[in-house]
Nanobody, 123 residues
Framework: QETFVESGGGLVQPGGSLRLSCAASGFRLDYYAVGWFRQAPGKEREKVSC????????YYPDSVKGRFTISRDNAKNTVYLQMNSLKPEDTAVYYC????????????????WGQGTQVTVSS
């Protein structure tokens, strides 16, 4: 089965940091673009970062630019999301996702998802 296992979420104070991990299971991610998404109750799913399979280009929306950094380690078959200067509005379930044909610039959602990891930013 092709899926991801996310980890690293938890409770953190505003201004704090977390590092999320996304380990690929059942496939190798070397040739896949991988996105991080988040979803809070009652809100639309939001893409917060993406790393391309082409030259490891990275993408960020303005809401997280300068605070979040995506990276990959192909030897570990894992993608990471370093989150700094966290704000309460960053509270959400964070997912990583991909599929063979999906690109970071695509508007549609990829097909392969992890189970999600909860990030809560609160004092």
């Amino acid at each position: 089965q092709e899926t991801f296992v996310e980890s690293g979420g938890g409770l953190v104070q505003p201004g704090g940091s977390l590092r999320l991990s996304c380990a690929a299971s059942g496939f190798r991610l070397d040739y896949y673009a991988v996105g991080w998404f988040r979803q809070a109750p009652g809100k639309e799913r939001e893409k917060v970062s993406c790393i391309s399979s082409i030259r490891d280009r990275t993408y960020y929306p303005d809401s997280v630019k300068g605070r979040f950094t995506i990276s990959r380690d192909n030897a570990k078959n894992t993608v990471y999301l370093q989150m700094n200067s966290l704000k309460p509005e960053d509270t959400a379930v964070y997912y990583c996702a991909t599929d063979r044909a999906w690109l970071c610039t695509d508007d549609d959602l990829p097909d392969v998802w992890g189970q999600g990891t909860q990030v809560t930013v609160s004092s």
